[in-house]
């Protein structure tokens, strides 16, 4: 007898939308996603496409008409719900774009629930394009195969981070200046957390002493070597989701 098709194909494009799905809706894709799917992956009526709302989870949906500038698809059935991602938020300072962009596109992969920019006094850059920043996130989910989009907010000061922080929410402060071995202090927490890092330059003296008089601040140390701040975000949130996480 013949294999049985894979279902859905595992070579199906996978896009998010703007809009909550249901079985039997007709969505238009437009722009970059049209063209994405019209001329690169050749998109034809029947073909599959997967799609993911960031609100009832992924679903597939046929190719009903690949026009010009748009491509029509029908939505036939929920594969899995959205799935429950760990509350850890990341909270790198800003780097250089190109150094930045690897923490978006990184920290998606490996599960962040939230990315909260952050400004310091040494960062090279103040300001983020949060349409491009939402793109790279959204590409990046797309090929991870997430089915939440991790929420992306807009850049604050140190400050303001510090002085708007929810309570019941631990803070772990990547030290360079050391603190509790990062594994030891996150194996030892469960329940809402975050991961603070620095940018090139490191935090200054008033910055490292505002953040250790947080109460919600615990120290950790990521190992003998200074990291440069994209090495150090990515490594505390890989191992954070190796600890605590959902690997």
Not at 40 to 68: N, S
Not at 115 to 126: K, S
Not at 133 to 149: D, G, H, M, S, Y
């Amino acid at each position: 007898m013949p294999a049985t098709p894979a279902w859905p194909p595992k070579s199906a494009p996978r896009l998010f939308v703007a809009d909550p799905l249901a079985a039997g809706a007709s969505v238009r894709i437009e722009g970059n996603p049209a063209h994405y799917l019209a001329r690169v992956m050749r998109a034809q009526p029947g073909d599959i496409v997967i799609l993911c709302d960031d609100v009832t989870g992924e679903w597939a949906a046929r190719v009903a008409d690949v026009g010009k500038r748009d491509v029509v698809l029908e939505v036939a059935e929920l594969l899995r719900p959205r799935e429950a991602v760990p509350d850890l938020w990341l909270c790198p300072a800003l780097l250089k774009k190109d150094r930045f962009d690897l923490v978006l596109e990184k920290a998606t992969e490996l599960g962040a629930a939230r990315i909260q920019p952050l400004v310091t006094r040494r960062c090279v850059a103040d300001k983020l394009n949060l349409d491009r920043a939402r793109a790279i996130t959204t590409e990046a989910a797309e090929q991870c195969a997430r089915t939440a989009l991790p929420q992306l907010a807009d850049p604050v000061k140190l400050d303001a981070l510090l002085g708007d922080w929810p309570e019941g929410r631990v803070l772990f402060f990547a030290d360079e200046n050391g603190g509790e071995p990062a594994a030891a202090a996150f194996a030892g927490h469960s329940g809402p957390a975050a991961i603070l890092t620095g940018p090139e330059g490191g935090f200054d003296e008033a910055e490292r002493a505002a953040i250790r008089a947080h109460p919600a601040a615990r120290p950790i140390t990521l190992g003998p070597r200074i990291l440069r701040g994209e090495t150090a975000a990515l490594a505390a949130l890989s191992l954070w989701m190796g600890t605590a996480g959902d690997w």
